[in-house]
Each structure stands twice: as C-alpha cells, then as structure tokens.
C-alpha cells in the first residue's frame, strides 16, 4: 500500500461521510483535516506522524484538544494504528461526551473475533491518564511503538492493522469502519447519500446470545440447571414455558411450575408439617412441596422439568435449605444424604431439569449467593428485536429510540433495566400510546426517581411529549 495514495483516500472518503474542511456555500467547516507526515524525514514516523480529523474549531498545525480520529503509520505503510484519542491539551468540549457509556459502546462495536490481540477500548474514555494496553502487543513493530507510547495515554480506541495480512478492499473496510463511528459521534452527514454512506459502514450492534427456544432448549440439556435472567418484558417466562410445551409435555413427559415470593417457605416447596382437623381434635400430617413431587416423577425415568418463577424473590437459603446441596449436575451419587420427610435423597434424578427465572430490574430481589450461582448455568436474556404474530405489530422505531436511549445513557448495571420486546408488540400504533402511558412511562419514571439513568430524563420527557403530548414532570 502506498502512503500517499491511502492518505488521499482516507480525506476523500471522509468527504463522501460529510466532513467538510472549509466553509463554502450551503456547507459549513465541522473538522480539521490534519496531516502530520514527512516521507523524507524517516525519524519523524517514530516521533509522530499521523494524519485524520480534528475538531472544527482547531488549528491545521500544532496541539490540540478532544476528541480525533488519527491514524498512525510506519514510513513503508506496512502497518498502521487507528484510533479514537485526545488531542495533548486533553478535554475541552468533549469531557461530557466522554464520560457517558454511549461513545464507549458505539465504537466498542468494532470488536470482531478475527481481529483478537489487535483491538483496544478503554473502559472509561475520559480517561487519559492510563496507557492503552496496545503497548503490550507492539513488540514486533517497533518503528510504532515509540510514537504510540508517546500517546498512548490519550487513546481511548485503537487497532493495530497488519496490512500484508489483508486484502487492499477489507483494509479500507476496516478503516472506513471507524471513520463511519467517528462520523456518527460528530453527527456528519447533511444529505441522504452521505447519511446512507455512514450507515453503510457503521457497524451494528453485536448479539453475542441466541436467544431461540431451540438454543436454550440445548443448553437445558447440557447443563441441567439454567436461570434465566433479564428485564421485564424479555421473554424469561415465555420461553420458558414454550420449552415446556415442547419438549415436556404428554408423552415427552411432565411440567411443574412454581413462582416464588417473599412468603414462600422450604414447607412450600419441599418439605413441611402442616395442621388439619378431623372433627375430633387438630392434627398434623406430612407435606410434600412441588419439587418433591417433581423428584418422584423424575425417577419413573421421564424427562421432567421443574421451573421455579422469580426465583430471586424468596429467601432462597431458607427456602432450598439441605436441598441445596443436591443441585450438582455431575456430582453422581453421593456417600451423605439428604433426608426429607421419610425420603432419602442423595441425588436429584438424570431426568430432572429446571428452569428458573430471574427479574434483573427487580431492585428488591434476594441475594443469589455465588454458591447458587456455581450450580446453575446463568443465561441472560436481552431486548431484541422479533417477529410479531397475526394481528399485532412490532414498534421498531420506537424499541429503537428506547434502545438508544439505554445505549447513551445507560451504566452497565443500568442495562439490565432496559424494557423488554415485549412492551412494543401491539395491535395497532394506538395501542402502543396506552401502552407507552400506562405501562413504560410509570416504568421509567420509577428507574428515575430511584435515581437512575438521570442523564436521560430530559431526553425521555421529550420524546414522552412528542408522542403523547404529556409532561413527564409537571
């Protein structure tokens, strides 16, 4: 690759993105197009030589503050490292900007598997005081590491590229890639065509998890104990009880089914001593609780599956008690048993499998202590976008704009909180607004009065408006 030839193509390509380096008619600057770069001066590849985009309010020469899009070179343009990085006179206007987790997951989107030693993303971008971990893989490049360590404070976002590894075509596919990232963060793109060119590019959001009933079915067979867990309106129940229909049902076999809550007892769901009168006097007799029955009808050797409902909400040591103990997949036989009522349990049936869910919005849920979650495989189920069935209607726009909403704003913990695909299935557009007043806006403004997303309030209170012409907050 010839560096003249990639720097030129690299500005014109910023242009087709809607970058525009000099004012004209019906066009106003928004970036500085920097170029750093002095072929016959081999020493100054290891003292700095870049070229990319700066602010708009910039100087074309010298040092610079906030956010830019910079590549760096090696004199024979074998390599390069793009990157997201603070100008040396560090944040102006862009400290806001860098401390929410929306620019941090836009261009964490860049993450591919095959480029795996060779990408890095700060988890915090304001920060510039840390070095970026590239400098532990720039060994074999040392014409770049010393000017990468000189700036290696201030990249929030970087990626080694290996040219000779690539094809011509998948080079600039990579580089465009983060030029369209940087492009959407600035909010370039005055017409349509330079809009759909940045969407062309701009990479999308990555779904690491299947979340079919066939794929999780999977799971259940593999590791025997599963939790599901995930916001309200993701399908935690739903899917649980579709794989119950399917596969644990008439011939294939039985379903029990319990939903915890704050009252519910090891009694309740094991084993108790219960009162009962007769007409001459009370007395007590023993009580088997629906896992004991689930227990029993496992051992005839028919597939059986136990799911237990807002497991979070009981006290779960008290509830499970010994039983606890049991719920190893591979354990085998054990030499110690468990002793319940007149039963001798010292290991749960092969055929026994369970499907508990788990509310992550719940902000009163029990502790699920670390030994719980050791014996149970944990699957988290995200809002996604789905087909609607006959009669109803997926709200893309809307699940979108309640996507990004999360996406910006949202802490990592506070994504779990984000409403569920369920919430946007409706009859009509119509229905959806009875559902947006009634169900989502108590919703969010709950998360917000117990003090989260609070950077996302004013922007919700609009659009709460623009929809429903109602003031979140009178």
């Given at each position: 690759?010839?560096l ?13 993105f809607g970058f525009?380096?000099?004012s004209?008619?019906?066009k ?6 920097r170029?750093?770069i002095h072929p016959?001066?081999?020493?100054d590849?290891?003292k700095?030589?870049y070229?990319?985009?700066v ?6 020469t010298g040092?610079?503050s906030d956010?830019?899009?910079v590549?760096f070179?090696n004199a024979e343009?074998?390599?390069?490292v ?9 944040f102006?206007?862009d400290?806001?900007?860098?401390t929410?987790?929306?620019l941090?997951?836009?261009?964490s989107?860049?993450r591919?598997d095959k480029?795996a030693g060779?990408q890095?993303f700060?988890?915090?971008?304001s920060d ?14 040392e014409d770049?590491r010393?000017?990468?360590n000189?700036?290696?404070?201030v990249?929030?976002?970087?990626q080694?590229?290996e040219?000779?590894k ?7 596919g990579i580089?465009w890639q983060?030029l369209?990232s940087y ?5 370039v793109?005055?017409?349509k065509?330079q809009?759909n060119?940045?969407?062309?590019y ?8 299947d979340?079919s009933?066939g794929?999780?079915?999977?799971q ?5 104990f599963i939790?599901?867990q995930?916001a309200p309106g993701?399908?935690?129940t739903?899917t649980?009880?579709k ?7 008439g011939?294939?076999?039985k379903t ?5 809550h704050?009252?519910t007892?090891?009694?309740?769901f094991?084993?108790g001593i219960?009162p ?12 088997y609780?629906?896992l004991?029955?689930?227990?029993d ?5 028919k597939p059986?599956?136990?799911?237990i409902d807002?497991i979070?909400?009981?006290?779960l040591?008290?509830?499970?008690g ?7 997949k591979n354990?085998g036989e054990?030499s110690?048993y468990?002793k319940?009522g007149?039963?001798?349990?010292t290991k749960?049936?092969?055929?026994l499998?369970?499907?508990a869910t788990m ?23 995200r809002?996604h976008?789905?087909?609607a ?6 709200m893309n726009?809307?699940?979108e704009?309640f996507s990004?909403?999360f996406s910006r ?6 994504l ?16 959806w607004?009875?559902r947006l ?5 108590p919703?969010?403004?709950?998360y917000?009065?117990?003090?989260y997303?609070?950077?996302?309030i004013s ?8 929809k429903l012409r ?5």
């Amino acid at each position: 690759m010839e560096l003249n030839e990639f720097i030129d193509k690299v500005k014109s390509q910023s242009e087709r993105f809607g970058f525009c380096f000099e004012s004209q008619t019906r066009k106003t600057k928004n970036a500085v197009w920097r170029k750093n770069i002095h072929p016959e001066k081999e020493e100054d590849f290891r003292k700095g030589a870049y070229f990319g985009l700066v602010n708009a309010d910039e100087e074309p020469t010298g040092a610079y503050s906030d956010f830019s899009l910079v590549i760096f070179p090696n004199a024979e343009c074998s390599h390069f490292v793009i990157a997201l990085g603070v100008g040396s006179l560090g944040f102006n206007k862009d400290f806001t900007v860098a401390t929410l987790p929306w620019l941090r997951r836009s261009f964490s989107r860049l993450r591919d598997d095959k480029f795996a030693g060779k990408q890095f993303f700060k988890v915090d971008f304001s920060d510039i005081e840390s070095p970026s971990a590239i400098l532990n893989y720039m060994e074999n490049i040392e014409d770049l590491r010393e000017v990468i360590n000189k700036y290696s404070k201030v990249l929030s976002a970087c990626q080694i590229i290996e040219v000779a590894k690539y094809s011509e075509e998948e080079v600039y596919g990579i580089v465009w890639q983060w030029l369209a990232s940087y492009a959407a963060f600035r909010e370039v793109g005055n017409n349509k065509a330079q809009r759909n060119e940045i969407r062309k590019y701009l990479p999308r959001a990555k779904d690491l998890d299947d979340y079919s009933e066939g794929a999780i079915y999977k799971q259940l067979l593999e590791e025997r104990f599963i939790v599901l867990q995930g916001a309200p309106g993701t399908g935690k129940t739903w899917t649980a009880n579709k794989i119950a229909k399917q596969h644990f049902s008439g011939s294939e076999g039985k379903t029990f089914f319990e939903q915890f809550h704050a009252e519910t007892t090891y009694s309740d769901f094991v084993y108790g001593i219960k009162p009962k009168t007769d007409g001459k006097g009370l007395l007590y007799e023993e009580h088997y609780g629906i896992l004991i029955d689930a227990i029993d009808y496992a051992t005839s050797g028919k597939p059986t599956l136990l799911i237990i409902d807002e497991i979070n909400r009981a006290n779960l040591a008290s509830v499970l008690g010994p039983v606890f103990y049991l719920f190893e997949k591979n354990a085998g036989e054990r030499s110690n048993y468990i002793k319940i009522g007149t039963k001798k349990i010292t290991k749960l049936p092969d055929t026994l499998y369970v499907i508990a869910t788990m509310n992550t919005a719940d902000r009163s849920l029990a502790v699920v202590d670390f030994a719980l979650r050791r014996r149970f495989s944990w699957v988290t189920l995200r809002p996604h976008v789905i087909e609607a069935q006959k009669g109803q209607i997926f709200m893309n726009n809307e699940f979108e704009r309640f996507s990004d909403l999360f996406s910006r704003y949202a802490s990592s913990e506070e994504l779990n909180l984000q409403p569920g695909q369920s919430y946007f299935i409706a009859e009509n557009a119509e229905a959806w607004n009875q559902r947006l007043r009634y169900e989502l806006v108590p919703l969010m403004k709950e998360y917000f009065n117990e003090g989260y997303l609070k950077n996302a309030i004013s922007e919700f209170s609009d659009y709460v408006y623009d929809k429903l012409r109602v003031d979140l907050y009178e």
